[in-house]
């Protein structure tokens, strides 16, 4: 289900309420927002939760239930830098020895800093952090402030 301001269909006043009142039922607080997890695995991670909570509360669609994907991103961010920061001091390809020479592979802390890149994306859909589900939730608020312009003046 999406949020009534995220959905396309035309819904009538009575199906719109439903849907709102729905909404206003399964809301949670975001008093376990404010402060980060304490199970956040360094200050990259902590500074990580300060800077987007700032953000998320601005746009109002997340709450307490949100906490555990708000801090898998924010742990997977932390170690995709700890690992970008690895990387940038070695090469992106490493000699290995085998039975019958050297030869050259791909440095494994490339996968490992993808496989974070990854993880930070589905986190990051999860939460409202991509700018896809941000734009999506900018086009529903300015299309509910329409609706409540034509429904109150008529449309122009």
């Known amino acids: 289900m ?9 819904l009538t006043i009575v199906e719109g309420q439903k849907k709102a009142d729905a909404e206003d ?10 402060r980060p997890p304490t199970w956040l695995i360094d200050d990259v991670a ?32 932390a170690n995709y830098v700890k690992a970008t920061e690895i990387l940038s001091q070695q090469t992106y390809y490493v000699d290995r020895e085998t039975r019958t020479g ?3 592979v791909k440095n494994p802390m490339v996968d490992i800093q993808k496989g ?31 609706k409540e312009i034509e429904n109150r003046f008529g449309a122009i």
């Open 116 to 146: 974070y890149a990854e993880e930070m994306r589905r986190f990051a859909a999860l939460c409202g952090l991509t700018i896809d589900s941000r734009l999506k939730a900018g086009t529903a608020k300015v299309n509910k402030q329409q």
């Open 102 to 104: 050297v030869i050259v």
């Open 25 to 34: 039922q399964v809301r949670t607080e975001k008093n376990q927002l404010k």
């Open 46 to 77: 902590k500074k990580e939760w300060r800077r987007i909570i700032k953000e998320l509360d601005k746009l109002n669609i997340v709450g307490n239930l949100d906490r555990n994907n708000i801090g898998g991103y924010c742990n997977a961010f």
């Open 2 to 10: 999406k949020p009534v301001s995220l959905q396309k269909k035309h």
